[in-house]
């Protein structure tokens, strides 16, 4: 399987720490996309990074990817409670090719 | 402005039995996809379409039809619903597709339940 996995399965930190999750991948990507699922609803796309890019920012958001070692990590900083929510990451790896990962609980304590 | 619209929200079915989960977008997007989500999986691409009248496989694609008639719907059918079909069923669309980003809008999903 491509699908990309996520590391750790479940991460819990008090607001205002920061949330680092992890993500692997087997092949080659066009793009690399997280997205964020609250409990109950349809995944919200984040930010997208581009397979020669190695690091973006959106708002409290950091991803870098690695494309030597297959994996990338998404960084929230200065976590609030209204983050608590599953991330996915989300691989393309060919014209409408795209795998998600197993997630990652993140639960934010206020 | 919608985005994309799924319904029904919730359905119980017996085996056997057969169903339509209809999606809507009113974003003008060329691509849609019909996503099931399990626990401990991720989501799992089904079928997938890059317009108007074309239909596509995805990874998971035994039981389930799919169609899209209109730009704006994209149907996807049980024909003889099995317990394994039991799932949370997501539709996705994006403007774009094939060397494009994909970056996908999601519907607020479907809960099937097959007994």
């Known amino acids: 399987s491509q699908q990309g996995e996520e590391d750790p399965q479940a991460l819990s930190i008090q607001e205002g720490e920061n949330a680092t999750m992890n993500c692997s991948y087997k092949?080659?990507?066009?793009?690399l996309q997280w997205y964020r699922q609250n409990s109950g609803r349809g995944l919200v796309h984040l930010i997208l990074?581009?397979?020669?890019?190695r690091e973006k920012h959106s708002g409290r958001l950091r991803v870098t990817l690695d494309t030597s070692k297959k994996s990338s990590s998404l960084l929230i900083t200065a976590s609030r409670a209204a983050d608590t929510a599953s991330y996915f990451c989300v691989t393309k790896t060919g014209a409408n090719n795209l795998f998600f990962g197993t997630g990652t609980r993140l639960t934010v304590i206020p | 402005n919608a985005g994309v619209t799924q319904t029904p929200k919730f359905r119980v079915l017996k085996t056997g039995q057969s169903m339509t989960l209809l999606c809507a977008q009113d974003?003008?997007?060329?691509?849609m996809y019909w996503y099931r989500q399990d626990p401990g999986m991720g989501l799992r691409l089904i079928h997938y379409s890059v317009g108007e009248g074309t239909t596509a496989k995805g990874e998971v694609p035994d039981g389930y039809n799919v169609s899209r008639l209109k730009k704006q719907n994209f149907l996807l059918g049980l024909e003889s619903a099995a317990p394994s079909q039991t799932s949370v069923y997501f539709c996705?669309?994006?403007?774009?597709?094939?060397?494009?980003?994909?970056?996908?809008?999601f519907g607020a999903g479907s809960r099937l339940t097959v007994l």
């Open positions: 092949t080659s990507i066009n793009n």
């Open positions: 996705a669309s994006s403007p774009t597709g094939g060397s494009g980003a994909n970056v996908l809008t």
């Open positions: 974003m003008n997007h060329e691509y």
């Open positions: 990074i581009r397979s020669n890019e």
